[in-house]
């Protein structure tokens, strides 16, 4: 088993280790989680865009049920509905800079139309939500669906493809633990 040195005595015993035969040659881990996916004790907002809210209400659906099946308490999760994806960003870093909680949940659906509007909404979005982590150093998980036709992204609720919201609690779950096991934590 190898620890870190660098990390303090009383936040060795919370490391998750593991053997050196889960280690690639260059020393990286190799398929396992470095942190538990355990909710609790832990806040998290969630941003849901309104635009093809058919799909974005089964995003949340799927993104509540596993932050509390991961034990999340109902009262330790806020959901904040926006317009459209657009607005997405900005209420995101807005919540962000409250440090009020321990990762941020991003939800919405953009589906391709016949202009450029997808191409240049989609791009946005990403770009915008990844200036708000990276300034405000808050964990923002995507669940952003883009797709070309409806079909596709009513694939990726939950009926062929997993569930998009339902990825996208696991990966704020997962970095919001990272995050405190750094010493980052709100």
């Given at each position: ?27 990286h881990l190799t398929g396992r989680r470095p942190v538990t ?150």
């Open positions: 088993m190898r620890i870190t040195p660098s990390i303090s005595g009383r936040r060795r015993r919370n490391l998750v280790t593991s053997s050196t035969s889960d280690r690639t040659p260059s020393g996916l355990d909710a609790r004790r832990k806040r998290f907002g969630i941003v849901v865009s309104r635009f093809n809210e058919f799909i974005t209400k089964r995003l949340l659906a799927s993104a509540l049920e596993t932050l509390l099946a991961h034990g999340a308490s109902p009262r330790a999760v806020e959901t904040v509905w926006v317009p459209g994806a657009l607005e997405v960003p900005q209420v995101a870093k807005w919540l962000a800079r409250r440090k009020k909680f321990d990762a941020l949940i991003i939800l919405s659906c953009i589906l391709r139309g016949d202009t450029i509007h997808f191409d240049c909404v989609s791009n946005e979005i990403i770009r915008g939500i990844s200036q708000a982590a990276l300034e405000t150093g808050m964990p923002i998980a995507s669940g952003i669906i883009l797709a070309d036709r409806l079909e596709q992204a009513i694939d990726r609720t939950g009926l062929k493809m997993g569930n998009k919201g339902a990825q996208a609690a696991l990966a704020a779950i997962e970095m919001a633990s990272l995050n405190k096991l750094l010493g980052r934590a709100r």
